[in-house]
């Protein structure tokens, strides 16, 4: 069993930043992947970025690539998500998810989910 809580989420312009971070229980933090998904009002839950689990290996939805980016503390038993330039369409809830399958990038490989954080970018 793996408990993840998210932190950081808030409201910020257009072009603005935000950090968020998710802290982890239970089992092994370093023994599986995490990742980081949204889930906007009316839309399905989509893929935003994913770490390997000594963070060597990091993928990003198109949508994000170079402006967020992934990092994970296994001391802290903690990993990030680092966005900036921040756009309106990035509104949604944020969740990070515990990954012990091979295929990142699909919600069904992923195990254990946080309850989400609210990001919301005005214009």
């Known amino acids: 069993q793996v408990h993840l809580v998210e932190f950081g989420g808030g409201l910020v312009q257009a072009g603005g930043s935000l950090r968020l971070s998710c802290a982890a229980s239970?089992?092994?933090?370093?023994?599986?992947?995490m990742g980081w998904f949204r889930q906007a009002p009316g839309k399905e839950r989509e893929f935003v970025a994913d770490?390997?689990?000594?963070?060597?290996?990091?993928y990003y939805a198109n949508s994000v690539k170079g402006r967020f980016t992934i990092s994970r503390d296994n001391a802290r038993d903690t990993v990030y998500l680092q966005m900036n330039s921040l756009k309106p369409e990035d509104t949604a809830v944020y969740y990070c998810?515990?990954?012990?399958?091979?295929?990142?990038?699909?919600?069904?490989?992923?195990?254990?989910w946080g309850q989400g954080t609210q990001v919301t970018v005005s214009s």
């Open positions: 770490i390997s689990r000594n963070g060597d290996i990091t």
């Open positions: 998810a515990s990954r012990s399958g091979p295929g990142w990038g699909r919600a069904s490989e992923y195990d254990y």
């Open positions: 239970g089992r092994s933090f370093s023994r599986n992947a």
